[in-house]
C-alpha cells in the first residue's frame, strides 16, 4: 500500500489485496434482499386462510313511529290519503308540492291544501305529552264538541266518536282533569284525524284505543270519494 499526498488530498493507492482486516474495522455485513411486495402478499394469503365466515346480519329493525307525530300513520289499504279532507284525511303529502307524486289521488296522503298546520309545533307537543289520562278526555271531549260544532255537511256525524269519550269520561277522576285554554284552542284548531293521533290517545286504555281507531275508519268509510281539486 501507498500513500500519496497530492494537492493537500491523500490518495490512496492499493496494490493487491490485503490478506488480513484490522481488529478495529466492523465486519462485513451480509444484506439480504427480498421482494416485500410478495412478502406482503404471502402474510395476506396466509391470514384469509384462518379466517373464519362472518355470522349472519340480523334483520334490521322496524322502525317506530315519530314519538311527536301525531297524525295517523297507520295505513288503510282500501281508502286513498284525502278521502273526508279537511277533517278526516290523513296528513298532506310532501310530493305533491313538487308535482312529483305519481300516485296522484291514489295515494296515501292528502293532496288538497290545508289551511292551518296539520302537525303542531314541538312546544305544543312537549305540553301535550305532560298531560295525564283524565286531561286528555277533556281535550279530547271539547275539541270534539267544537269540530261538531263546525262540521261540514259532506261529513259524516262524530255521535259514536263523541259517546265513546263522554263514556270514558264519566269514569274518570273529572278533578284530576286540567287543561289550558290556549292549549285547547289551538289543538282544536288542527284536524280531527291529527286530535286523534297516537301523540294524543296512545296513552289512552287499549280497548278505548282501539275503538277510536275503528270508529275513525268507519267515519273515512263513509265520506265521498275525493275528487280533483
Not at 279537511?86 to 305519481?102: A, I, N, T, W
Request: hydrophobic share 35%; net charge positive; with cysteine.
Amino acid at each position: 500500500m501507498t500513500l500519496v499526498l497530492k494537492s493537500s488530498f491523500i490518495h490512496l493507492q492499493e496494490h493487491g489485496r490485503l490478506t488480513s482486516r484490522s481488529k478495529s474495522l466492523p465486519p462485513k455485513l451480509q444484506v439480504r434482499c427480498q421482494n416485500t411486495t410478495d412478502k406482503y402478499l404471502e402474510q395476506v394469503q396466509h391470514r384469509a386462510t384462518n379466517l373464519q365466515p362472518l355470522p349472519p346480519l340480523p334483520p334490521p329493525p322496524t322502525p317506530a313511529p315519530e314519538d311527536d307525530e301525531m297524525a295517523d300513520e297507520e295505513q288503510d289499504p282500501e281508502f286513498p290519503g284525502s278521502r273526508g279532507h279537511p277533517e278526516l284525511c290523513r296528513r298532506p303529502c310532501v310530493f305533491v308540492g313538487h308535482g312529483s307524486c305519481q300516485a296522484g289521488l291514489d295515494c296515501r296522503f292528502c293532496h288538497f291544501t290545508h289551511d292551518r298546520g296539520f302537525r303542531p309545533s314541538k312546544r305544543l307537543r312537549n305540553k301535550m305529552r305532560g298531560l295525564n289520562v283524565p286531561s286528555i278526555l277533556l281535550l279530547l271531549r271539547n275539541g270534539l264538541q267544537m269540530k261538531a260544532a263546525q262540521l261540514a255537511q259532506d261529513l259524516p256525524s262524530f255521535h259514536n266518536l263523541r259517546a265513546m269519550i263522554e263514556h270514558a269520561w264519566a269514569n274518570v277522576d273529572q278533578t284530576a282533569a286540567h287543561v289550558e285554554q290556549t292549549l285547547q284552542a289551538r289543538v282544536s284548531s288542527h284536524p280531527v284525524s291529527a286530535l286523534l293521533g297516537d301523540q294524543v290517545i296512545g296513552r289512552l286504555d287499549p280497548v278505548l284505543y282501539q275503538q277510536i281507531r275503528q270508529e275513525l275508519t268507519a267515519l273515512r268509510a263513509g265520506c265521498p270519494e275525493p275528487v280533483t281539486p
